[in-house]
């Protein structure tokens, strides 16, 4: 099937889809930041794959839609997960553990610049004038967090190419998902990029990591099981709904708003700090998503198709 077409209004549907996608997964960067001190990581997110596989799959056959895999997609499913699944998790999992977890989602939401620049290559998507300066604006908010923390940054050097291997891996993986992307439903494509995805997560977990202790606090199991539904089941499938009905530079720059949820929820739940960074970032984050996503909402007009 041929991508889906590029340049389209963005509805009130999309926009509740993506405002949940960001407060979840933005809360989410300190609350995995506490569940790995009891959870070993591997083993954690092991069980979060697990779960999404299992829920996105039984819910697509709730719903009517056909799960069997299509003849000829596995290698497909197997380049793709690759990168989406596995090596964002294991990236983003470990980098999280070696710095605050707000900087960390600062770093990894450095996705945008990857996956625009790869998609401008690779799928000839157009530079539009707005989506330069949602870009830019952006990330000139980025920027500016992580230019008040070079010094931490430069302390966990480990930490920080981690979650810079985590942003260039999803954004390869976002891209090739517009690319010969299967015929079936966006739930039934990310259960299935779980299983294939979660495969060598649970190699290397049998492999590495030790024995989970069952006597889990009430904050580590709280995290287990948000992670399991609502980050891996409901948060990949709007994000790959996103992906599949936005082009790439919309729906990755749309996401920019997270890790500024990230550093303020880090700031609230594990006291790390906010200052003017954290505002002017907020401004100019707030500024690009509205460069992006209001002008074609507002006029009611979708920009011409490549």
């Given at each position: 099937m041929s991508p889906p077409a590029a340049f389209r209004s963005v509805s009130a549907g999309q926009l509740s889809i993506l405002a949940l996608l960001t407060l979840i997964w933005?809360?989410?960067?300190p609350i995995m930041k506490l569940t790995v001190v009891?959870?070993?990581?591997?083993?954690?997110?092991?069980?979060?794959?697990?779960?999404?596989?299992?829920?996105?799959l039984a819910l697509a056959r709730m719903a009517g839609h056909v799960i069997a895999l299509p003849k000829g997609s596995a290698w497909?499913?197997?380049?793709?997960?690759?990168?989406?699944?596995?090596?964002?998790?294991?990236?983003?999992?470990?980098?999280?553990?070696?710095?605050?977890?707000?900087?960390?989602?600062?770093?990894?939401?450095t996705m945008p610049l990857w996956a625009t620049a790869i998609s401008t290559v690779w799928l000839k998507e157009e530079l539009t004038l707005r989506r330069i300066a949602g870009l830019v604006l952006g990330l000139c908010g980025i920027g500016i967090l992580i230019g008040g923390d070079l010094r931490a940054i430069s302390e966990a050097p480990i930490g920080a190419a981690l979650m810079l291997g985590a942003a260039v891996t999803w954004g390869l993986?976002?891209?090739?998902?517009?690319?010969?992307?299967?015929?079936?439903?966006?739930?039934?494509?990310?259960?299935?990029?779980?299983?294939?995805?979660?495969?060598?997560?649970?190699?290397?977990?049998?492999?590495?990591?030790?024995?989970?202790?069952?006597?889990?606090?009430?904050?580590?199991a709280f995290g287990v099981v948000y992670n399991m539904l609502a980050c891996f089941i409901f948060c990949y499938w709007a994000w790959y709904k996103l992906v599949d009905t936005l082009p790439v530079g919309i729906s990755s720059v749309s996401t920019l708003m997270i890790p500024v949820v990230g550093?303020?929820?880090?700031?609230?739940?594990?006291?790390?700090?906010?200052?003017?960074?954290?505002?002017?970032?907020?401004?100019?984050?707030?500024?690009?998503?509205?460069?992006?996503?209001?002008?074609?909402?507002?006029?009611?007009?979708a920009p011409a198709t490549r």
């Open positions: 933005g809360i989410n960067w009891e959870v070993p990581v591997l083993t954690f997110r092991s069980l979060c794959v697990i779960a999404g596989a299992i829920g996105c497909w499913f197997v380049r793709v997960s690759f990168f989406n699944v596995t090596c964002w998790n294991i990236f983003a999992v470990y980098g999280v553990t070696l710095m605050p977890s707000g900087r960390a989602s600062i770093l990894a939401f993986g976002t891209v090739m998902l517009k690319i010969n992307r299967p015929v079936m439903s966006t739930m039934t494509l990310t259960g299935w990029q779980f299983v294939f995805g979660g495969v060598p997560i649970i190699i290397l977990t049998i492999a590495l990591d030790p024995v989970p202790k069952l006597d889990l606090s009430a904050i580590a550093t303020i929820s880090g700031a609230l739940i594990l006291s790390e700090p906010v200052g003017w960074q954290e505002i002017a970032a907020l401004m100019l984050v707030v500024t690009a998503l509205a460069s992006v996503l209001l002008p074609a909402r507002l006029t009611g007009t």
